[in-house]
């Protein structure tokens, strides 16, 4: 009996465009000979069933279901495409976990604590995870520019600490730069990150749950032609993704290493990025994303296609161990 799947897309944050197009390549990749496949937008304003015809219907939040001329349909699995928030944060997690709805995509503890970046690279440092020099600000606070520029130097990186796809996120080289940096931020969270510059090869490691197994995908590297892997850079092909990186043996085998223990260390489930830069030969973690795109040009489908894992497989592995 075929499975019923919705595939959750949109959000609250400025990523949701991103998230649609990463849910509708769901949408159209999973087998419809073993999946009956549900759009579900979902936004502030409203969360909706999209059929092939565009026309919605509501999602009743009781249950998670929705009502088609009177016949009640409801999921055994939902496919997590939401980049940001509520889906890549804990909330929708919280709630499909009370409605004994399993999901694709980590727990609500490890959604909440990886997308506040802070928390995550504090709870990782006591297991010799490595990270850039940071300074911590929260709206009101005062901002005392030359206690940040001790602390993590020039150039630095401010970023929004509960934010994705580089939104919020700007490379200072001069301090009379700082405070329009924090504003930047500002407009997308009320807590602010300000780290040390790495200089170094900036790789993406993507580590899943693959047939009951945790695998480390084959490594991409980031060369930006921007001043870092912005916005433009991710999604408008101003950056070149070398899958696999030229990495030497030693870095290659340290990264892989470094990645998978930050997602056991974690206890994840589903999918995961984890960016580095290395420093002095040594990774440095930058951030955690739980809920990668999943477009046919983003890093983690380009990673698992080089391991011989086609999208097909990726998805389905994704319910598959979601419904155990």
Not at 29 to 53: C, M
Not at 98 to 108: E, G, H, K, R, V
Not at 253 to 261: E, G, I, S, Y
Request: aromatic letters at 10%; glycine letters at 6%.
């Amino acid at each position: 009996m075929k499975k019923n799947i919705a595939i959750i897309m949109g959000g609250y944050s400025s990523e949701y465009e991103i998230s649609l197009k990463s849910g509708n390549v769901v949408f159209e990749t999973l087998d419809p000979e073993k999946y009956n496949a549900y759009r579900i937008h979902i936004f502030k304003d409203k969360w909706v069933y999209v059929d092939e015809k565009n026309t919605e219907f509501p999602i009743d939040k009781n249950d998670f279901s929705i009502n088609i001329d009177s016949f009640k349909i409801t999921f055994d699995c939902v496919f997590n495409a939401i980049h940001g928030s509520p889906g890549e944060d804990g909330f929708m997690q919280g709630y499909l976990k009370l409605l004994n709805i399993p999901q694709t995509s980590c727990d609500m503890y490890q959604a909440s604590l990886t997308f506040n970046k802070r928390d995550c690279l504090s709870v990782l440092k006591p297991y010799g995870i490595k990270t850039a020099e940071s300074y911590y600000i929260n709206l009101g606070d005062t901002i005392n520019e030359d206690a940040i520029i001790t602390k993590v130097g020039l150039p630095c990186f401010v970023k929004a600490n509960k934010a994705g796809s580089s939104f919020g996120v700007t490379k200072i080289h001069k301090k009379q730069d700082l405070q329009n940096a924090i504003n930047v931020a500002f407009k997308e969270d009320d807590e602010i990150i300000i780290e040390s510059f790495l200089d170094g090869i900036e790789v993406s490691v993507g580590v899943i749950t693959y047939k009951g197994k945790t695998k480390v995908l084959p490594i991409t590297e980031i060369v930006s032609e921007n001043d870092f892997f912005d916005y433009e850079a991710k999604y408008l092909g101003k950056s070149q993704e070398i899958t696999p990186a030229r990495l030497t043996k030693e870095q290659e085998d340290k990264v892989n290493t470094l990645a998978k223990t930050v997602y056991d260390v974690l206890k994840m489930k589903g999918f995961s990025r984890s960016e580095f830069i290395f420093k002095d030969g040594e990774p440095h973690l930058l951030e955690m994303n739980t809920v990668p795109g999943l477009t046919r040009e983003s890093i983690l489908p380009q990673q698992a296609a080089a391991a011989g894992i086609s999208m097909n497989d990726l998805f389905d592995s994704a319910i598959e161990e979601a419904l155990k």
